[in-house]
């Protein structure tokens, strides 16, 4: 099993602040994607990172998939209350037919 | 922009009693999945399907479970005889085609067994 750990599992801070999100695992996956989770709904994609050492960026988020494609980082600069959900990074399996979920990060922006 | 749209949003269920739940996935999508989270824990795999087969399958979805896609828009998940514990948000989520392409989710059916 593929295994998809998350640090921190909960973080609450203010405004305007930064922070970083981590996804580990010591399995080497093709891919990863962060998704978005709110309350009673589905997660929603954020991004895909796909090669080794990549970053990508979605306005004040900041992804990076790790050189060995073990691992991946969530920053988000000046954070929002908008920006408050569950964060989750997922992963293929060497099959490709299913996704293994992390463990989560719930974040909570405070106005 | 597209989406995946399930129902019904909440069923509410007699232990041993049969449940469907109906997810219309992207029209142009080729894979579809269902995923279940239980109150607090993880986002877990039940099965994908994919031309019209089921190409794999956790070991949460045991004889209890199965997936149709009777009419080529419709993809549900029937449970035959539920228990407590299937008490869940049951996600659909469908793929064009590989991992690299991501999930769009539908919004969940929250299914609560008494």
């Known amino acids: 099993t593929q295994l998809l750990e998350q640090s921190p599992q909960f973080l609450s801070i203010q405004e305007g602040e930064n922070l970083t999100v981590y996804c580990n695992s010591s399995?080497?996956?093709?891919?990863l994607q962060w998704y978005r989770q709110e309350p009673g709904e589905g997660p929603v994609l954020l991004v895909t990172?796909?090669?080794?050492?990549e970053v990508k960026k979605l306005k004040r988020l900041t992804f990076q998939f790790g050189d060995a494609r073990k691992d991946s980082s969530l920053h988000i600069t000046a954070a929002q209350p908008g920006d408050t959900g569950l964060y989750l990074c997922?992963?293929?399996?060497?099959?490709?037919?299913?996704?293994?979920f992390g463990t989560g990060t719930s974040l909570t922006v405070i106005p | 922009e597209p989406e995946v749209t399930q129902t019904p949003s909440h069923q509410v269920t007699q232990m041993g009693q049969e449940v469907i739940l109906r997810c219309v996935p992207i029209?142009?999508?080729?894979?579809f999945y269902w995923y279940r989270q239980i109150l607090g824990q993880k986002v877990e795999f039940l099965v994908s399907?994919?031309?019209?087969?089921?190409?794999?399958k956790s070991e949460i979805f045991d004889d209890q479970f199965s997936v149709e896609r009777p009419d080529g828009s419709n993809f549900t998940l029937k449970i035959r005889s539920t228990k407590l514990e299937d008490s869940a948000m049951y996600f659909c989520?469908?793929?064009?085609?590989?991992?690299?392409?991501?999930?769009?989710f539908g919004s969940g059916t929250r299914l609560t067994v008494v």
């Open positions: 989520a469908s793929t064009q085609k590989g991992e690299n392409y991501g999930y769009t």
């Open positions: 997922a992963g293929p399996t060497h099959a490709g037919n299913q996704f293994y």
């Open positions: 399907f994919y031309n019209n087969e089921i190409s794999e």
């Open positions: 399995s080497v996956f093709s891919s």
């Open positions: 029209s142009n999508h080729l894979y």
């Open positions: 990172v796909v090669t080794g050492g």
